[in-house]
C-alpha cells in the first residue's frame, strides 16, 4: 500500500480540487500496482504499513496552515523508515523538517520549463540531462540542509529536485504528475519512484496530461 498525504489545507479542498487529488490517486495506483491510501495531513496519525509515501502539492499559502498540524507531521514523516517522494509544496516540507529554508517567490512560476539535471540517479534516472517539467509554485526552496543533495536546478529556480539518500526521501520542486507525451520526464519521475520503493504492477503507460490544479 502506498500513502498519499495531502498537504493541502483541507478548508482550501474545493469539490474541483478534490477531484484533482483524487485523479493523482488513480494515477499513482495505475504506476504502482497497489492499493493508494489519501489522507489529508491534518488526519494523519501514522504511516504504519505504508510501502511508500508521497507528500502532494498544496494551493494555500503557508500561513493558512495549521503549525501544529504541520509540526505532527513533521515528526512522523521524520519517524517513518521507508521511501517518500515530495511534490512541490511537499519537497518544500521535506527541507523545512530537515532544518531548511523555503521563502515566498516575487512572482508566480507556471508552465513547462527546463530542467537542467545534476545527478541522473534515482528518481531523474530516466529524463535525461535536461528534461522539460511543469512548474506552478509561488514559493521556493532557498535554503538546503547538509543533508539534502541538489539533483536538478533550472534558470529559474535553483533547486528543482533534492534527494536524501540515508532516509531514501526524494522531492521535485515541478509537478511530476503532470505531464504529456510531448513532455514525458514527469511519468519518468513517478515510475522512477515506484520502481524504488515499490514492487511495479502491470499497468501499461499513461498517455494522457493529468490536468492538476495550481499547486504550490
Not at 495505475?30 to 493508494?36: D, N, R, S, Y
Not at 531514501?168 to 524504488?196: D, I, K, S, Y
Amino acid at each position: 500500500m502506498l500513502q498519499l498525504v495531502l498537504t493541502e489545507h483541507p478548508a482550501a479542498v474545493t469539490p474541483s480540487l478534490a477531484r484533482e487529488y483524487e485523479r493523482l490517486r488513480q494515477l499513482l495506483g495505475h504506476l504502482a500496482g497497489t492499493p493508494i491510501r489519501a489522507t489529508p495531513y491534518t488526519e494523519l496519525d501514522d504511516l504504519g504499513g505504508a510501502q511508500a509515501v508521497v507528500l502532494s502539492g498544496s494551493n494555500a499559502p503557508w500561513a493558512a496552515h495549521e503549525p501544529r498540524a504541520l509540526a505532527r507531521l513533521g515528526d512522523i514523516v521524520r519517524g517513518y523508515d521507508g521511501p517518500v517522494l515530495g511534490i512541490c509544496a511537499g519537497m518544500q516540507l521535506q527541507v523545512a523538517f530537515t532544518g531548511g529554508t523555503v521563502a515566498h517567490r516575487t512572482r508566480p512560476r507556471v508552465g513547462f520549463a527546463r530542467i537542467e539535471v545534476l545527478d541522473d540517479g534515482d528518481v531523474l534516472r530516466d529524463v535525461g540531462p535536461a528534461a522539460t517539467a511543469y512548474e506552478h509554485h509561488t514559493d521556493e526552496v532557498v535554503e538546503l540542509p547538509d543533508e539534502l543533495r541538489l539533483l536538478a536546478r533550472s534558470e529559474d529556480c535553483a533547486v528543482e529536485a533534492i534527494a536524501a539518500p540515508a532516509r531514501r526521501w526524494w522531492g521535485t520542486q515541478f509537478h511530476p504528475e503532470r505531464f504529456t507525451p510531448e513532455h514525458p520526464a514527469g511519468e519518468a519521475v513517478l515510475r522512477a519512484f515506484v520502481a524504488l520503493s515499490v514492487t511495479p504492477g502491470v499497468g501499461g503507460g499513461v498517455c494522457c496530461q493529468w490536468n492538476m490544479n495550481p499547486l504550490r
